[in-house]
């Protein structure tokens, strides 16, 4: 499998650090210079402004996770304004598309899986902490 540049830096990063498991995806935020705030947002589920990062206080744990780590992949992969480029420009897919496949190669490491057995997305799941849906969407898991 040919990996992305998102998924290169996720995993790059995620073995850099020695992380197994279970990241810490707030305390890794504050490792890299971020702050990781609850916000009441009604829509939204992250926002990245400067190096703080707004999390929906109505998140669930291992969704709380994922968008810290998405937000992560912005500040690693996207300096500026992410606002603007949405609205101003045609790489708002593109940006987020990254984003979420640099959280998804970061919180979950295909090697690791395997070599514990995890062979289901809800096994998936359960042992990274991050939501059933998304590790349903990763490459590895995708077509089971």
Do not use: C
Not at 50 to 64: C, F, H, T
Not at 85 to 96: C, D
Not at 121 to 131: I, K, R, T
């Amino acid at each position: 499998m040919r990996l992305t540049r998102a998924q290169r830096r996720g995993r790059e990063l995620r073995r850099e650090l020695g992380l197994r498991g279970r990241v810490d995806a707030e305390a890794l935020a504050e490792h890299l210079g971020l702050e990781v705030f609850s916000w009441p947002f009604r829509t939204l589920q992250e926002m990245k402004v400067d190096d703080v990062i707004g999390v929906a206080e109505r998140l669930d744990a291992s969704w709380r996770r994922w968008v810290i780590a998405h937000a992560i992949g912005h500040s690693l992969l996207h300096p500026g304004n992410h606002l603007w480029m949405q609205e101003h420009t045609l790489l708002g897919h593109r940006v987020e598309r990254e984003a979420e496949e640099f959280a998804g190669a970061l919180l979950v490491d295909e090697d690791e899986a395997l070599e514990r057995g995890l062979v289901h997305p809800s096994e998936v799941a359960e042992y990274f902490g991050v939501p059933e849906e998304m590790a349903r969407n990763h490459s590895l898991w995708s077509g089971r």
